[in-house]
């Protein structure tokens, strides 16, 4: 079992940064590989980053490649993300997820266990 919470949300005007931690429970937190979605109204939950249990490996989104950055410190048992170069479409509820070990998942149901999300807003 997984416990995930999510920080660091907030508003922002557009081309500002945020940052958002996700902190985890567990004493087996690097064998999961993490992922961040997002969820605006009236849309589907979609994937912004994922990054194995290693670190070594990770995938972004096409439409935040080069602006977010996803990170993890196995020792504290947090992921991180951060976004700069903020969109008003960057605009969401975003989400921490665990998946088992493996081949790196991009869909929402691959996924385990989830936080609680952390609503992103960004201004134009």
Known sequence: QV???ESGGGSV??????RLSCTASGRTFSSYNMG???QAPGKERDVVAVISGSGRATYYAASVKGRFTVSRDNAKNTVNLQMNSLKPEDTAVYYCAADHPGAIHTIPWEYDYWGQGTQ???SS
């Open 3 to 5: 416990q995930l919470v």
């Open 13 to 18: 005007q557009a081309g500002g940064s945020l």
């Open 36 to 38: 961040w979605f997002r």
């Open 120 to 122: 992103v807003t960004v």
